[in-house]
């Protein structure tokens, strides 16, 4: 079969054996109760009876799915989140005194620079072209803002290694993001063209100085931003007359302790890109910018006697066959260069993996970590947005999660609105791959995005709809949709049939309208198990 029929892996063997007859198939196998889509379009062995009646999926061709690989790592854990100890709590009270003389360095440094970039920017207009030198000198004043700034939080000297490469030599700049340090000191020390979030533009002061940097700015929730990112990119690093690029191709910051996946806008371009590593030594006072708050980070940093930071500038990597290399490659050697520079580790993590500790935190989970699913890995795998796995957190989180951030499954049937019955229990177990009694948020996770993203979902949802919409009206109406639910569950009350209702109508109008019931089911993929009868009887009334 060609086309993806969501009613094909229903089909009875004899269907199927006269479909492919009609092409000139004489040795069809014979039958069994169900085949999945795989085994239709390949002509491959069928499915054994006993697995399709375990998965109640079978009927969208899922088949059952094998978690990815976990790692116990925080990369984004601040070791020192609260002041701690004897020895920290003299230090601060010793300090403070300093402590206001900093702020006072630090307000007239920002104030200077502030007013310096006012006066490079006022009158220019063209800001698609590189800044005219003379405006680029008055900036000298504010990168030299920037090093007063450095010096008011407690970086009195900066230790280096190694030396910037010309800008002829490698246009593209790359780094580890730990601080909100790390781009005050890029600032200072090489006043390049950075590429940020378009968040950045209202902050005070901070929006008006970055776009003195000519800043490429970036929405990276829409593939469209990213492209037009991309393109500046390559356009001014491909000019001499602009700044090098700098780029923190992690797209957040994280503790130092390992490096998260990188994102591919500086290495789509295909220039050569000079890897630099900023580290941040201490004992008693993590400088990472992980879940403290940017307030006490800078108390804390006031109140330091010196913060230790480290700057080492690694050897230029030039992409391999002359700029032919895979932008997903050339990403990786890099990743690999500072991963081995700074000894550590480079995980799957990324920003997505922050959005949803920041939801997490905002439930008052205990362990937010425990949340962290290394999103790279299976946004490649599912296709499956930050924003979608956000919103699945979302749901988990309602399932009352125990300390260890599990749930067990009466609070995962409480929250889909089931009963206890022979299809719910086998929900849950195609989730609970491990047949422990509970699930992760990372098996809902991978269990739902495995759902959702299969390739009959949508159609499945489409005909599911129709299927309960007996009289074409273009919407479901509660009697119908407790007719469709009884082939699947059977013996439910009609206060069972009236909560999962009122879960698909959204808007409480009374009924179902098809964009209720699709939003639903994108919602709560598991849920499309309930159609499977109903779409059997379209077939077979």
Known sequence: MSDHSVFAPLLPSDHVRHSCSSDGDDNAREPHVILTVDELSTGGDTTNVSEVDDNPYAFIGANRFDMPGSTTVDPFRNNTPKIQGLYEWLKIVVCLPIALLRLVLFGLSLMVGYVATRIALQGWKDRNNPMPKWRSRLMYLTRFSARTILFSFGYQWIRRKGKPAPRAIAPIVVSNHVSYIDPIFFFYELFPTIVASESHDSMPFVGTIIRAMQVIYVNRFSPTSRKHAVNEIKRKASCDQFPRVLLFPEGTTTNGRSIISFQLGAFIPGYPIQPVIVRYPH?????????????????RMFTQFHNFMEVEYL????????RKESASRFAQRTGHAVASALNVVQTSH???????????????????????VEMAGLEAAFHLSSLEAVDFLDVFLSMNPDSRGQVEMHDFLKVLRLKPCNLSEKMFGFIDVQNSGKITFKQFLVGSAHILKQPLFHQACESAFTACDSDGKNYILEQEFGDSLMLSIPGSSNNEIHGLFNLFDADGDGKISRDDFIVCLRRY??????????LLRQIFP
């Open 283 to 299: 004992v008693h006072f993590d400088q990472s910018w992980g879940n403290v708050s940017l307030a006490m980070l800078m108390f």
């Open 350 to 372: 990324s920003y997505g993996d922050v959005l949803l500790l920041s939801k997490a935190l905002e439930a008052n989970q205990e362990n937010p970590s425990l949340y962290l």
């Open 315 to 322: 050897p230029v990597i030039t992409p391999h066959e002359n």
């Open 525 to 534: 993929p598991l849920l499309i198990a309930l159609f499977s009868p109903c």
